[in-house]
């Protein structure tokens, strides 16, 4: 017997092994085994195929051991894999690594937690009064008890996913009588016996007649582009989905940018569906990953829940793909192997003859394209639910205002005449600022020097609460000294960021109850759960923040959204630049007036009649689709084209030796119709002491571009220079 096997290494092609007669019962399509390899070395391998010659002139070596006591990889997924491998120009044992849990090892038997019924948990009555008696020491416990004061009774799947390491608190609230644990048993059908509350709300007429046209497609491959205003009810629409594939004994795969963020959702699909749930994310220890991916894989858990890389998880049966905001640039991989998670999950469902809904308010311009051309079927959700009106947009022009005196952090009169009014009242606002730290600049007044990090080539940010400048790109600190070390001038900071407006708001309003929400100020996903508990349960008055606050949260309270600086994306040297800045400012405005009360957004911008800013501002996707979509037609951008980056990384003598050689092989192999661009430092030259190189290709179809990475091969095999080389088809960074 002969196998084909991808070695689970960054090496290209497969390899001929023999299969010894003591394990040919063992060895199947799409199983793990151990190899040798190289001289002396044992690697993991995966069989890809059963080939009946062996190659000529090789002699062959045995497949030394079967790991795993059946295949880790179902047909439907070889088939995506060795796809995704030829069209992402990857090494196939390096996605086929990349598709397995991280728990998943050479022992067999390795199993996972069992699972019985859906565990539930429930705030005790005096948990109020406790929590405020709960002393700083007790952090742990007391962010869990506000997150279930916020949230009341709640699947301990949604606390896991707010809190990865929240169990030892949550033990100790049990044995202190401040929580409450139950278990729902399962039906013999794996229904879970849910109380009456977790049933299906009624559905509106537009999310009936969605739920009818994904309906009428099951048993067949079709894609559906679910847009949804903010607030419309996609989720609810998702669910239903699947109750309806479930009931036919289908399985489903719900893909999200960042559970993290939204962990509600996983609460809301494991109160749902019970113990037929399965949740693939990183929050999760290794041994539960490898539980949860077994269940599936065994087919006792029949729904996943995840994040990218869930999209090669083993559902059975599978009958609907979900991708929820399928527009989140986090589902394309910018390490490893360069996969786009959105576009598999169209590819999968068409390789099992699913069904496939791609949702989002803001959905990307090529999803939008491939709808109007009748790839991709469109479905509108126009309206909010309880025809709540979308927020009114004001736009405060910077330009004009700055001309006088500076604003402090950037706060405009009208956006500060706002906050007040909004706190007054009572209410909740967001302020959105897409920059961290205090100052984003610091020279020296005397001699102009400006303060760069030694490895990457940016500037070190002011931290000014920690007193430290600070690289966003490789972590690297330094202590903010107020005198230059050149010159002995003094130094001053430029710019701002989310720091310097969380002071300016507590200045301005010495009443408020204020927080900032960004990388800095909370570094894992327990304190983004904590802090947004406290905001639901309108213990803040004003929530500042990053790009995280604009991730699907609802806040009833939230009638005031302000966006400091719209203009922050728009000047990267992108072609996504004015997209990603459209699909921002509508993302966070989506998060007022959710509640019963009106919401209003100021929008501060020094270039109001961009198309990304004055579109968002009338709520108006259709319009900026049009403008950018004619824009990108014009130069061959996608949707329009397609994209190949060759990314070098190295020393500043070898990434440009690298980098050259490559372009010259190309240029002499270079097909009709294919444009190049570079080889060029990257926009961001040196990160972490690796010095960057970019060669961009655009072409009309794939094949163009994977005819260039064949004349490249070789040179990028064996770089002169000895950078390494990666090759990223349709990119979704130009950074």
Sequence with gaps: MLVEIAVATAVRGTFTYRVPSRLAGEVMLG????????????????????????????????????????????????????????????????????????????????????????????????????????????????????????????????????FPRGRPALTALVKAGLVSLTTVSVAAG???????????????????????????????????????????????????AIAAARAAGKGALVLVPEIALTPQLAGRFRARFGDQVALLH???????????????????ARICVGVRSAVFAPVQDLGIVVVDEEHDPSFKQDDGPGYHARDLAVVRAREEGAVCVLGSATPSLETLENARTGKYERIDLPRRIDDRPLPEVRIVDLS????????????????????????????????????????????????????????????????????????????ATERMNRRCPDCGGERTGVGVGTEQVEATVRELLPQARVARMDRDAVTGAGDVAELLARFARRELDVLVGTQMVTKGHDFPGVTLVGVVLADTALALPDFRAAERTFQLLTQVAGRAGRGDDPGQVIVQTFHPHSPAVAFAVGH??????????????????????????????????????????????????????????????????????????HILFRAPTPSALRSVHRALAATAHRPPGGASVRFDMDPGSML
């Design 620 to 693: 108006d996707h259709a319009g900026f689709a049009e403008v950018e979509l004619d824009r990108r037609r014009s130069l061959g951008y996608p949707p329009f084209g397609r994209m190949l980056a060759v990314r070098v990384e190295g020393s500043e003598e070898g990434a440009r030796r690298t980098a050259e050689a490559l372009g010259e092989a190309a240029r002499q192999a270079l097909p009709a119709g294919v444009t190049m661009l570079g080889p060029a430092p990257a926009a961001i030259e040196r990160i972490r002491g690796k010095n960057r190189w």
């Design 190 to 240: 794996g229904d879970a016996l849910l109380p009456a509350a977790e049933y299906p709300p009624p559905l509106t007429p537009d999310q009936s007649a969605a739920l009818s046209r994904i309906a009428a497609a099951a048993g067949s491959f079709r894609t559906f582009l679910l847009l949804g205003v903010t607030g419309s009810g996609k989720t609810e629409v998702y669910l239903q």
């Design 400 to 475: 004009r205002i700055r001309k006088g005196a500076p604003l402090p952090g950037l706060l405009s009169p009208p956006l500060q005449d706002a906050l007040a009014a909004t706190v007054a009242r009572g209410r909740q606002a967001i302020l959105f600022l897409n920059r961290r730290g205090f100052q984003t600049l610091v020279l020296c007044r005397d001699c102009g020097r400006e303060e760069r990090c030694t490895r990457c080539s940016v500037s070190l940010t002011l931290h000014a609460r920690r007193g430290v400048l600070l690289c966003h790109y490789c972590g």
């Design 31 to 162: 199983s793990r085994v151990a190899v040798p390899f190289g001289k002396s070395a044992r690697a993991t391998g995966y069989v890809v195929g059963l080939p009946t010659v062996p190659p000529p002139g090789v002699e062959l070596r045995d497949v030394a051991a079967v790991l795993d006591e059946f295949p880790p990889f179902t047909a439907p997924l070889l088939r995506l894999i060795r796809w995704a491998e030829d069209y992402y120009l990857v090494p196939p044992g390096e996605l086929m690594r990349a598709a397995l849990p991280p728990g998943l090892n050479a022992r067999k038997g390795a199993a996972g937690p069992t699972r019985r019924g859906v565990e539930f948990v429930t705030p005790a009555a005096g948990a109020a009064d406790a929590l405020a008696k709960t002393g700083a020491r007790a952090h742990a416990r007391r962010a869990v008890l506000e997150y279930l004061l916020a949230r009341g009774r709640i699947p301990v799947e949604e606390l896991r996913a707010a």
């Design 282 to 300: 990183s929050g999760l220890t290794d041994r539960e990953r490898h539980g949860e991916w077994l269940r599936l894989r065994r087919g006792e």
